[in-house]
Structure formats: C-alpha cells, structure tokens
C-alpha cells in the first residue's frame, strides 16, 4: 500500500473506496483493539510541528488520509501525487451505505447537544438499514479521570458499536481517541473534524 510522508507524518495514499473497504474487513475481523484513522489537512500538519503529544498521537495512528489542496501540494512537492482528497463530510454517507448493507453499526460523538443525533436522523431516512448505535453531543469533561469522560466511554462501549466516529475538532478528537483507545471496545474510531453540523439540516 503506497505511502507518502510529509512533515514527518506517514500519509495512506488510498481511494476512497480503499479507505472504505479497509473499514469493512478490519471490522469483520473485530481487531483486539481499537484502530485509529484520522484525516489530516494542511492545518492539522501545521499544528502537529508545534505540538508534540498531538504530533506522537499521529504517529501512533494507524492510517492517516489526506484533506485538501495544502497537503496535496506538500506531497507534490516532493514529487509525490495523492490519489484522492479524502475527508469526513465526504466519508460519511458512504461510510453509512457501507455499514447499513453490511449489518455494522456506528456511534456518533461530536458536536453541540442534539446536532450528532440530528445527522443520525438524516442518514437513517436516507439509509433505512443503518444501524446508529447512539449519539452523544461533544461536550463533556473529556479530561482522562473524570467521570464524566468514563461515563462517555461506557455509554459507547454498552452501544456495541463497531465504527465510533468522533466530531470534536482537530487536533481534539485525535487526541481524545488516542487517550481513551485502550478501553474503547469499537474496531475503528475515526476523528471527522465538523462533519455532524455539515449533515445536521
Ligand atoms: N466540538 C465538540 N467539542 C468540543 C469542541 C468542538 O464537539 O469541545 C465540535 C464542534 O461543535 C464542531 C466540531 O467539533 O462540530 C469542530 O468543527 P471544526 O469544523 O472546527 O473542526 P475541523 O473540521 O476544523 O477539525
């Protein structure tokens, strides 16, 4: 699988369609534990040069994609061109065909209060098969031994949900996944920066 590395970050260097059917196998293959993607675009490999837990968290990523022409033109100027431009607003309907035809069910975090479940809503009339697991809106003591945080990711854990999706920001939602990827018992979180607001109307 071709990989390109700008800014001391490894880029998967896919399709959609093989980011999609990396999703498929690995949840049918239920990992031991839970696998990160994120998606990065010009302003996240910006931040990720000052910022070193953001930067290590990267690192620890299992695949990493591509959003944008600043990180499409970073990797051409290493002689290097991007099959695709790959992000969560353009995933994410595809992602809930993909999981509605394949009986896999994804958790939505992110957002403010009622915004992930009005998303939900949306692709559940589009997909009638999809299977949401549950909903919870983004803000909450996230910090690591709050009880607030533990109570979110028990409240995803008891939704069996195999694709958790987290729309908190980046570098937030990275960060937030790596922190908390040991207990969570999905097969794939992925961080989706603002996709729930984009799909909530
Ligand atoms: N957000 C959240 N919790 C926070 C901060 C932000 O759920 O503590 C949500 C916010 O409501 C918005 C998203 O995260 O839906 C951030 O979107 P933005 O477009 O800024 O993220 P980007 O796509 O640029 O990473």
Redesign the pocket.
Known sequence: NPQISVFGITLDNWTMAQLLNEVLQQCQRKPQSMQQYAFVNA??LNISTQDESYRQCLQQTKHIFADGIGVRLACLSKAKALQDNLN?TDMFPRLCKLAAANNLSIYLL???SG?AKAAANNMQQRYPKLNIAGCH???FN?ESNSDDNQRVIDTINQSNADILLV????P??ELWLAANKQQLTCSIGIGV?????FYAN
């Open positions: 302003d996240c969560g992110g957002g403010r915004v809106s983004g803000y996230s729309a908190m920001g980046a937030k939602q920066g603002g996709l729930f607001d």
